[in-house]
């Protein structure tokens, strides 16, 4: 069963040495909602951050977007941070 339109996601090594699984976008059908497909593909995420020695995994969103974090707070974040994010436009 196909479950993503897409989800896009990188395994990144800080300066530091530490590894993390940044999770760029994630995209559920609309009729796949509600149905449990998010929290599938969270928890394979989870899985392969783990397998690839990752200490965290690490997203963000538009503050106004009301369901995924909603969806995301389910899911038990160990931590919500607020950010100031910037954009260059050319």
Do not use: H
């Given at each position: 069963?196909?479950?993503?339109?897409?989800?896009?996601?990188?395994?990144?090594?800080k300066?530091?040495?530490?590894?993390?699984?940044?999770l760029?976008?994630?995209?559920?059908?609309?009729?796949?909602?509600?149905?449990?497909?998010?929290?599938?593909?969270?928890?394979?995420?989870?899985?392969?951050?783990?397998?690839?020695?990752?200490?965290?995994?690490?997203?963000?969103?538009?503050?106004?977007?009301?369901?995924?974090?909603?969806?995301?707070?389910?899911?038990?974040?160990?931590?919500?941070?607020?950010?100031?994010?910037?954009?260059?436009?050319?």
């Open positions: 069963m196909l479950i993503a339109k897409q989800i896009s996601s990188r395994i990144l090594l300066p530091y040495g530490e590894s993390w699984l940044y760029d976008e994630i995209d559920v059908p609309l009729n796949l909602r509600k149905q449990s497909a998010g929290s599938l593909m969270m928890k394979e995420l989870f899985e392969i951050a783990r397998e690839n020695g990752c200490v965290e995994v690490w997203l963000g969103m538009e503050k106004d977007n009301k369901i995924a974090q909603s969806f995301y707070e389910s899911l038990q974040p160990t931590e919500v941070e607020e950010f100031v994010g910037y954009t260059f436009k050319f």
